[in-house]
């Protein structure tokens, strides 16, 4: 399992956690606590080009900050071309 496939709490805490079970993506905000990364690949992309590369598929990340961490746009999943 790749680090953009891991929520950062626990599975009873995500079991009933608003953003895991009432939101329509499922997608874990950047204002929850437990997504504050701690690996040592996480880096905040600053690179525009990297930001905004439309072959990301961002929808393959669990976590909202993943969307905008330059290992996961440079390494994760790819949309069909």
Known sequence: MHCWQ?????EELASR?????S??????????Y???????Q???ATDLDIL???????SAA???PCTYC???LLNGPRLAQ
Do not use: M, W
């Open 42 to 44: 996480y880096r905040i």
């Open 6 to 10: 891991q929520r950062g709490c626990d």
């Open 70 to 72: 330059e290992f996961f």
């Open 62 to 64: 669990i976590k909202e």
């Open 52 to 58: 905004l590369d439309p072959t990301v598929d961002r």
């Open 17 to 21: 956690c608003p953003h895991a079970i």
């Open 23 to 32: 939101s329509t993506d499922g997608l874990c905000v950047t204002g929850c």
């Open 34 to 40: 437990y997504t504050n990364c701690g690996r040592k």
